[in-house]
């Protein structure tokens, strides 16, 4: 999602937008902010921190999920241990990819993570599968902001910035020595869903944050990273 406070920010930090998507699916991205170089000196020598408005979120529950989700995507969801973070794909009748998602697998409900243009035509393809299951979907495109660490102080600075909301379950130290798991942690007093992802080469978290509270815990982040 777009989060107009962090695009404002965006603007004033003076930066680059690149186009990601087709139609009215499309999504401006801050590519840059006018110097290349030094932005990926940050992040191999410390910390950068993104926006990726182009990332949404599926939310599944119900007591079927797991079995739902099982005979419809490439991975054992049925084996998967609560926590457990994994990619998988949707394939179609004929095997082609419908979708590329990572799945997020909790007590009480099930994320599927995928590019936001993405998410109309996997809703429409789960929701032809139902039947009779006990299994509600519905599109999180609006309620989380998508942001990323990545660097070899990412651990750090995600530190710098822990609080303890009375819900959180997790620690920054714990959730960043645990790759494959996603973990509910405190972030400038905002309960925050995040999981260890290197991606590019580093020690890399993406955060899951409630929209109300992604302009602060944005900022929080860049303040933080001096």
Not at 140 to 167: K, M, N, Q, Y
Request: overall charge negative.
């Amino acid at each position: 999602m777009i989060d107009a406070n962090i695009r404002a920010l965006e603007d004033r930090l003076d930066a680059d937008y690149l186009a990601f998507g087709e139609g009215d699916a499309v999504v401006p991205i801050a590519s840059n902010y006018g110097g290349y170089e030094a932005e990926y000196g940050a992040i191999r020598a410390r910390v950068g921190v993104m926006h990726l408005p182009h990332r949404g979120l599926i939310d599944v529950r119900g007591d079927d999920r797991a079995d739902f989700l099982h005979r419809l995507i490439t991975n054992d969801v049925n084996g998967a241990a609560e926590g457990s973070t994994f990619r998988s794909l949707l394939l179609n009748e004929k095997g082609r990819i419908v979708a590329d998602m990572f799945v997020h697998h909790g007590g009480e409900n099930t994320w599927l993570e995928l590019d936001a243009c993405d998410i109309p035509a996997v809703m429409a393809a789960l929701e032809g599968k139902l039947f009779a299951e006990d299994v509600t979907l519905a599109s999180w495109v609006d309620e989380r902001v998508c942001l990323a660490c990545h660097g070899p102080s990412t651990a750090a600075l995600l530190t710098a910035i822990e609080g303890e909301p009375s819900d959180a379950v997790s620690t920054v130290r714990a959730m960043v020595d645990m790759p494959d798991t996603t973990h509910v942690v405190g972030l400038a007093g905002s309960r925050v869903s995040a999981s260890r992802r290197d991606t590019i080469g580093e020690v890399g978290v993406v955060l899951w944050v409630p929209t109300a509270d992604a302009g602060r815990v944005y900022r929080a982040l860049l303040d933080a990273s001096g």
